[in-house]
């Protein structure tokens, strides 16, 4: 794999996101894209990959990156009724805390296919002591990493904010509206989160 242009800690974790693509995936989806980073590493793991933002400056440098021809963007929202299919796999790195987290679930569920998987890269906030002991071992990682990748970067123009809730909320809610997912606290201030879809999921029977 080509070396990332820039790095930083939701592209740290693009690693984990990679290597949750089923074999054979049809479609992938990635929310809240960016510039595309990642759906252009999407790529060469399914046959079809759409990144979506609702950022019309993002969509713009995602799409002068030349991406590979089965890389789409679309500019939208989606959480306002936008159709954007089903998909075998959906990501979204750093994205679900832009609005309700029960919302972004809904949201985000809706467009994974029966059988299909959903990865979150997400972000929380420090709540108690263990917390913040925890987020402060990421400080010299975070260091010695930005060091060995050229400094911290990102993409001009991205829309971020900050995480409203705690490591320990995010975690409960998300163990509430997935059941069976499996979550993981990371050392960059990022959980990684994989829900598998099941076959028969109905949204009116315990789904959000
Ligand atoms: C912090 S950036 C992360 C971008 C990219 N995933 C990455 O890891 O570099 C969050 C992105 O999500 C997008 N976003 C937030 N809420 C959205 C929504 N409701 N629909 C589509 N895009 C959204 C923002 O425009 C922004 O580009």
Redo the contacts with the bound molecule.
């Keep these: 794999m080509a070396r990332d242009p820039y790095w930083n800690h939701?592209?740290h974790y693009h690693r984990a996101v990679l290597a949750a693509v089923p074999r054979g995936c049809r479609t992938a989806l990635?929310?809240?894209?960016?510039?595309g980073?990642?759906t252009r590493k999407l790529a060469g793991r399914a046959a079809e990959v759409t990144g979506?933002?609702?950022?019309p400056e993002?969509i713009r440098q995602a799409r002068a990156a030349r991406p590979p021809g089965n890389v789409t963007y679309l500019e939208?929202?989606?959480?306002d009724g936008t159709p954007l299919g089903a998909h075998d796999f959906v990501s979204a790195?750093?994205?679900v805390h832009?609005?309700r987290f029960e919302q972004a679930i809904a949201g985000l569920t809706r467009l994974v296919a029966p059988g299909g998987r959903l990865v979150i890269v997400g972000l929380a906030r420090n709540h108690t002591p263990l917390d913040r002991v925890i987020s402060g071992c990421g400080v010299p990682a975070s260091r010695l990493y930005a060091c060995l990748r050229g400094g911290k970067r990102?993409?001009a123009g991205?829309?971020?904010r900050d995480a409203s809730l705690s490591w320990g909320e995010v975690r409960a809610a998300a163990r509430r509206l997935l059941p069976g997912c499996r979550f993981r606290r990371r050392l960059l201030w990022r959980y990684v989160l994989v829900w598998d879809k099941p076959v028969s999921y109905d949204t009116r029977n315990g789904g959000p």
Excluded: E
């Design positions: 939701n592209v990635d929310v809240g894209c960016g510039d980073l990642l979506v933002d609702r950022a993002m939208a929202d989606y959480l790195v750093a994205v832009h609005a990102g993409p991205m829309p971020v």
